[in-house]
């Protein structure tokens, strides 16, 4: 589960919450509601990764990537709440500094789709880039919010490209979320076709003229976007470096680590900061129940 995608979510869907401190906790608890109704719906096995800070080796490769700067300082102050209140839940956190919490959720499905035990990984998350990590349909991408799930054929339907074009189809387009514009001229549906014949950026020739014929009739300005990959190659390259996501399988040792097995004894303090003492009640009953 996408943890700073959901603090987001809740933080901007539902009224502050104030602790007896005075300290905003309302999209924390909105997330550890979110996660008891996911266990409550059958789940055993749940991580969720964090962006403990949102900076991470890519702002040293492309200075307009994404930052913590604008982030309210009432939902940028619940991020390590949350990692501590998930943790006192019984949960695998994975709070993320060096890497972001994209790159933990790649991770972690790599390590759990190589799994003999494993039937499905699904990965909670509407975030694009993460389409690049779906594999058939053992490893899915699923948007709680809109109650959808993509697997590989849906990433083609949505995307219109393979999973594994997936970050060259952000390089060419871009991701306003992360902060990087792709090239220009080259939008969805060009990026699309293109990359549905020639999968990745370095097989698409420079001229259009070597574009294979039935792709150079369906794009619109073949020459000049031709052109311009030609002389913009180097940046899209560094674009689909933006947008690729780093296996780092020394998060997860295997599937079995993720097992829930009930919050620890620190939980229900963790609910009273929260001012909602029955969350505790209610996770301990579902712990003893499963």
């Known amino acids: ?44 096995h749940v991580g969720v990764a964090t962006d403990h800070v949102i900076e991470s080796f ?19 102050n619940q991020f390590e709440l949350l990692e501590r209140s998930l943790d006192a839940m019984g949960l695998t956190v994975w709070p993320m500094v060096e890497l972001e919490a994209d790159d933990a959720l790649a991770s972690a ?12 990984v699904i990965i909670c998350t509407p975030d694009k880039d993460l389409a690049q990590c779906v594999m058939g349909d053992r490893v899915v991408q699923l948007d709680r919010r809109r109650d959808t799930t993509i697997d590989a054929a849906g990433v083609e339907e ?9 970050p060259d189809w952000l390089a060419l ?5 992360d902060g990087f514009p792709g090239l220009q001229g080259w939008g969805k ?22 574009w294979d014929e039935g792709v150079r009739r369906r794009v619109r300005g073949a020459p000049a976007l031709a052109r311009r990959l030609a002389d913009e190659r180097e940046l899209a390259m560094l674009f689909r470096t933006l947008a690729t996501l780093r296996i780092e399988p020394t998060l997860l040792a295997g599937a079995s ?12 303090e963790v609910c009273e900061y929260l001012r909602d003492p029955s969350l505790a009640r209610r996770t301990h009953a ?3 129940s499963s």
């Open 173 to 177: 387009v871009g991701d306003s979320a």
């Open 257 to 268: 680590d993720l097992r829930w097995e009930g919050p620890r004894p620190e939980f229900a």
């Open 286 to 288: 579902l712990a003893e």
């Open 58 to 76: 890519r702002n040293e490769l492309w200075p307009g990537y994404k930052t913590g700067e604008g982030v309210d300082p009432l939902l940028f």
């Open 189 to 210: 549906v060009s990026a699309a076709t293109v990359l549905a014949h020639y999968g990745h950026l370095e097989e698409i020739p420079d001229d259009a003229g070597a």
């Open 1 to 44: 589960m996408d943890g700073t995608y959901e603090l987001f979510r809740h933080f901007f869907g539902q009224p502050p919450r104030e602790s007896e401190d005075g300290t905003e906790i309302g999209a924390t608890r909105g997330v550890l509601l979110s996660v008891l109704q996911l266990l409550s719906e059958g789940a055993t």
């Open 109 to 120: 499905a790599a390590v759990a789709a190589g799994d003999d035990s494993v039937d499905r």
């Open 158 to 166: 949505k995307f219109g490209v393979r999973p594994a074009s997936i």
